[in-house]
């Protein structure tokens, strides 16, 4: 890094280009500058301000970050290359901070030691965290097989040079027990006893990683040898012999998974009763405006319904028409609404339909539609006979359309 | 009795909806919850269970490598023929991406483009692929297109990404491997093929 940087400047900058900067991370040797420029994630002043800090480099077009700072990142994050030769620098260092403790009994030596025991502690776990990482990214992530295998390879080599660190530590704090029995120190009694324990457990990790480098190793082997298998097959598939040469077609024959053997998903039909409820509703709805359906459209989200409501299905079903009833009404001139709905034919569909019924009917539209039509506040008189064949007479209110000035009306009809 | 007297996880339902349609769940999909989805299963007291449940309605829970997939049980195998023919075509495939340089394996990732690409400079690939049996086919970058959407179709691959048009290969592959492993060949041809000759 350029020497005459502090720290604020870089902080500063990094933190001003923080976006940049985890973009960059996260998409390493792969960013071009014209591309940068184009997505306005970096003017041409910040590249020039960033270049001169050295945070990025620029290589043939494409820029990466300082090495520096990716690996700091990495550092913190347990991720990125495996690097144990770190741990044999700590190792050469405690080696020579015990060495002088030996000749010189001082204090200061004794926390070199101290400090360089719980670095190699900590480096270990880190690098067979990032090891273990690793090899699980390459199994899953890393596309060419032969690269696969190489690098599955690699990190085994890696996971050996770890044991033998971990081999050495043993040895060194072996050999300087006596040392630090010496020291009656009780800070390095812990240190030193938390070490051996997490070696121990380190060790326990690394062969769990060795049979999965093993594992996955053997599992790419199978692939490869699968495929083989599979261009041996096809050869002879494309000298016609499959079925001679082979039992292709009992293999075949026995394979059982459902798509193979054509075993369709279970249909399921929608219940009618699901259609009446709102869901139900809202699902017609959607089908009608797709076909154009103006009938289902039509119809409202139905609301609770009352007690009896079997005995009134047919005024139900009355009702659908009723708007359609009034409309031909105030088209007529002929009749008042009374008369209108007495003489009215219903649809045979309907059955027949009592003089009750037309009298409810008859209500109900005088009230629903009390604002289009003219209201008389006269009273006319109809006869009829009843059910027991008796002379009666009823008297209603005229009700005409507006238009119409002579005819008849009722609000509501009164029985005699 | 209820379906929670079998204490079952929650996600039943939607481990039937998918195998139910022919599908197979990976340890390694990620779309729909996928690897959730076979850490469930996976679970040895899960698995018993979702077996049990499965198989009163004759479903079958099968295990593969890191893979699951439901067959039917007491069903009759049917058209042979069809299967041959996909089975066959299958073949087709796999051979094409094992003569390819970079081996398409398990996990990995690739675009339809990377593979025409490779189709083209290669002539001995171009005509395995100009050979395989499909429908819709003007441009070596279609042909490959339709591959993958057919191996995703069965769930064997995993479109990734639909903008990049990346896919990666899921553990039931495994599963064509395995049959391709299955396939015995006979060391000499038949007799009634010597005689031909």
Redo the contacts between chains.
């Keep these: 890094m350029a020497l005459q940087v502090n720290i604020h400047d870089i902080l500063g900058q990094l933190y001003q280009h923080r976006d940049l900067v985890a973009y960059l991370f996260a998409n390493r040797d792969r960013v071009s500058l014209n591309e940068l420029i184009a997505a306005g994630s970096l003017t041409q002043e910040q590249y020039l301000k960033l270049k001169s800090l050295d945070l990025i480099y620029d290589y043939e077009g494409v820029i990466s970050l300082n090495d520096a700072v990716v690996s700091m990142f990495e550092e913190f994050m347990e991720i990125g290359e495996v690097t144990p030769g770190l741990v044999r620098d700590y190792m050469n260092e405690l080696q020579r901070q015990l060495r002088f403790y030996t000749d010189i009994r001082e204090l200061r030596f004794l926390r070199g030691v101290k400090k360089y025991l719980k670095r190699i502690d900590v480096a270990l776990s880190r690098e067979i965290i990032k090891l273990q990482k690793n090899v699980d990214d390459t199994?899953?992530?890393?596309?060419?097989?032969r690269v696969?295998i190489q690098k599955l390879e690699d990190y085994r080599e890696k996971r050996d040079t770890i044991i033998s660190f971990i081999k050495s530590t043993h040895d060194i704090i072996d050999t300087n027990r006596n040392l630090f029995n010496l020291s009656n120190d009780n800070e390095l009694f812990g240190i030193v006893s938390a070490l051996k324990h997490s070696l121990i457990e380190n060790l326990d990790y690394l062969i769990e990683i060795q049979t999965d480098i093993t594992d996955y190793i053997n599992?790419?082997q199978?692939?490869?040898?699968?495929?083989?298998?599979?261009?041996?097959?096809?050869e002879?598939?494309d000298r016609g012999?499959?079925y001679?040469?082979?039992?292709?077609?009992s293999?075949?024959?026995s394979?059982?998974?459902?798509?193979?053997?054509?075993?369709k998903?279970?249909r399921t039909r929608i219940s009618v009763n699901a259609l009446f409820t709102d869901e139900g509703h809202v699902l017609c709805q959607k089908i009608a405006e797709k076909y154009k359906l103006s009938r289902l459209l039509a119809r409202g989200i139905a609301e609770k319904l009352s007690g009896n409501y079997k005995e009134k299905a047919l005024e139900q079903q009355l009702k659908l028409d009723t708007e359609r009833l009034v409309e031909r009404f105030l088209n007529q001139e002929k009749q008042n609404l009374f008369l209108y709905l007495m003489d009215y034919k219903f649809p045979k569909a309907i059955g027949d339909v009592h003089l009750e019924d037309r009298l409810s009917l008859f209500v109900e539209i005088a009230m629903e539609y009390q604002n289009k039509m003219d209201f008389k506040y006269r009273l006319e008189y109809y006869n009829y006979n009843d059910a027991q064949q008796q002379h009666r007479k009823i008297g209603y209110t005229l009700i005409v359309p507006p238009k119409l000035k002579s005819s008849k009306k009722s609000k509501t009809p009164q029985r005699t | 009795m209820l379906a929670e007297d079998f204490n079952l996880p929650k996600q039943t339902h939607t481990i039937f909806?998918i195998?139910?349609?022919?599908?197979f769940i990976s340890s390694?999909g990620t779309r729909e919850g996928m690897n959730r989805l076979y850490d469930i299963i996976n679970n040895p007291e899960h698995f018993e269970r979702l077996q049990a449940y499965f198989n009163i309605i004759h479903y079958q829970i099968?295990r593969g490598n890191n893979y699951f997939?439901?067959?039917?049980m007491q069903?009759p195998?049917?058209?042979?023929e069809?299967?041959?023919e996909?089975?066959?075509r299958y073949?087709?495939i796999?051979?094409l991406?094992?003569?390819m340089d970079?081996?398409?394996?398990?996990?990995?990732?690739?675009r339809p483009s990377e593979i025409a690409e490779e189709c083209v400079a290669n002539v001995r690939l171009k005509q395995k692929l100009q050979k395989i049996p499909l429908y819709r086919s003007e441009t070596l970058h279609n042909k490959v297109r339709e591959i993958c959407d057919l191996l995703s179709r069965?769930s064997f691959l995993e479109l990734e990404d639909e903008k990049t048009e990346s896919y990666k290969v899921l553990d039931a592959y495994?599963?064509l491997?395995?049959?391709?492993?299955?396939?015995?060949?006979?060391e000499e041809?038949?007799t009634?093929?010597n005689t031909k000759l």
């Excluded at chain 1, 199994?139 to 097989?145: F, P, V």
């Excluded at chain 1, 394979?255 to 075993?263: E, K, P, S």
């Excluded at chain 2, 195998?77 to 042979?80: A, C, D």
């Excluded at chain 2, 491997?177 to 006979?186: E, F, G, K, Q, T």
């Design positions: 199994y899953k992530n890393e596309s060419n097989y696969k599992k790419i199978l692939q490869l040898d699968s495929y083989l298998k599979a261009q041996q097959v096809k002879i598939k012999q499959l001679y040469q082979t039992n292709f077609k293999v075949i024959e394979v059982n998974t459902l798509r193979h053997n054509n075993i998903t279970p | 909806s195998m139910a349609r022919g599908h390694n099968e997939y439901f067959s039917k069903e195998q049917s058209e042979l069809k299967k041959l996909r089975f066959e073949l087709d796999i051979d991406f094992a003569s970079n081996k398409i394996t398990i996990g990995s990732r690739f069965d495994t599963y491997l395995d049959i391709v492993n299955a396939i015995a060949i006979y041809p038949s009634l093929e």
